[in-house]
């Protein structure tokens, strides 16, 4: 196992993190075979790190009638541990405290680096027992901090907040995924502030990740930028999101960049469904996937879950507009291997 120093080299050089989904048969069981191709696939993307358990891998596999958690968390373990080249091991964490440190037990016995800490459930806390809920976790496994925008299950979290959140000493990086200008900057300044030069920012607005990755944040005289992302978005196309990551990474804003911003965002509201609230961002993603043969259908925990109306339409779209943006042939030439 790697050490918390290697943990947050790795993670301050700048990392392109997928969300891992979930793979169902028709009976919506778990698929292991098409779950160990997506991971394969991610690997051969050359992505830095794998998030699983998180929003994208439907928080609804915790539910003990459905029995998955354990199960996912050790199948992308196994692939990753198969790895030739590194990756950074993260798993989401949620719940109340008893939950949130029962999870993080877990994720050290399976060999995870560091947990995706997610404060949904506890939306009627006040700061201070946030905070001790983030330290009782952070005594077990290393934290990645997460601002979740409110309309897919978070809360508004003040600047104060992560001013606090930064002094807690096993935090080794925060993802920022607010959908919203204000509160990005809200946790930008607070770890600057903090003189935490060890806390690396991840961009998980999934509405600016180009525009993320150019932007320099400048307050009392010291600057910090954006280093990679843990995106939902990068679980499709991942060949050429990570190709996007390198190109942006620590870059100057150009038109041509900027213009890319542009078309990554047109696609993510496609794929996460916008228009509709983000009703349909999971069945969305997975369309794409089944597009590409990695999946064999839409299916969700819940069948609630679908493509909302309109959606197919609006990926139909993206994909006639940005066939540079895709990596469909990539997929195409490996997918049997990955399937094997």
Known sequence: MDSIDDLRQRLSVGLAIPAHPLALTSTRRLDERRQRALTRYYIASGVGGIAVGVHTTQFAIRDPKIGLFRPVLELAAEEMARSKSPLTRIAG????????????????????????????????????????HCDAIAEIIPIIGFYLQVSVGGRHLSHAFWRRFAEIENVVAIKIAPFNRYQTQDVARAVIESGREDIALYTGNDDN????????????????????????????????????????????????????????????????????????????????????????????????????????????????????????????????????
């Open 93 to 132: 964490i949620c719940g109340a405290t008893p939950q949130a440190t029962s999870e993080a037990q877990l994720l050290k016995e399976l060999g995870y680096q560091a947990a995706l800490l997610s404060l949904g459930a506890l939306k009627d806390a006040d700061e201070d027992a946030l905070i001790s």
């Open 209 to 340: 990740i180009v525009a993320d990755f150019l932007t320099p944040y400048r307050f009392s005289g010291q600057e910090k930028r954006i280093v990679g992302g843990l995106l939902g978005h990068w679980s499709v196309w991942t060949q050429r999101a990570v190709e996007q990551h390198q190109r942006c990474l620590r870059a100057d804003a150009t038109p041509e960049l900027l213009r890319l911003g542009v078309e990554v965002t047109d696609c993510n509201a496609a794929f996460f469904d916008a228009a509709n609230g983000f009703q349909g961002c999971i069945a969305g993603l997975h369309e794409v996937l089944r597009r590409q043969g990695l999946l064999e259908g839409l299916w969700c925990l819940d069948e609630s879950e679908a493509l909302s109306p309109g959606q197919l339409a609006e990926i139909d779209r993206v994909y006639k507009a940005y066939p540079h943006l895709k990596d469909d042939d990539f997929v195409a030439q490996n997918r049997d291997a990955w399937l094997r």
